[in-house]
């Protein structure tokens, strides 16, 4: 892919998530969270799998794309990032997306991160 990543960070998909997605590790919590948000766009499985804990992702896990009746993504918003131990880190966002010809949707999520053996994975959403 070329042009803008997904996530909205403003660099180009091969210098931003491009490179996390190439197997390149993240640098905290946020670009692993914009990355995920990218691969649900891009309809990367087995990446998402890779960057979620064990012990909390879904087993099977399946995306649809729009033409499947899968969400078309339009957009991400990062509030904030907080590191909240040496390994853990939060990041509050705010993802909109469509599902077919139907209104747009919010989904506003506060992700828990791990860091394990160096490298970035999401745990889950709190609350």
Not at 14 to 28: E, K, N, Q, S, T
Not at 56 to 67: F, H, M, V
Not at 74 to 83: A, F, I, P, Q, Y
């Amino acid at each position: 892919m070329q042009g803008p990543c997904p996530c909205g960070s403003g660099a180009s998909y091969p210098r931003c998530c491009g490179r996390l997605h190439a197997g390149g590790p993240a640098a905290d919590a946020e670009a692993l969270m914009r990355s995920r948000y990218c691969a649900y766009v891009l309809l990367l499985e087995d990446y998402l799998r890779h960057t979620w804990h064990p012990d909390t992702c879904p087993q099977p896990l399946t995306l649809e794309a729009p033409a499947e009746g899968g969400p078309t993504w339009l957009g991400l918003k990062v509030n904030s990032h907080r590191v909240t131990g040496a390994d853990s880190a939060t990041v509050d966002f705010v993802a909109r997306y469509r599902v077919g010809g139907g209104s747009a949707v919010r989904m506003q999520e506060t992700s828990r991160f791990l860091r394990i053996d160096g490298r970035w994975l999401y745990l889950d959403a709190e609350g």
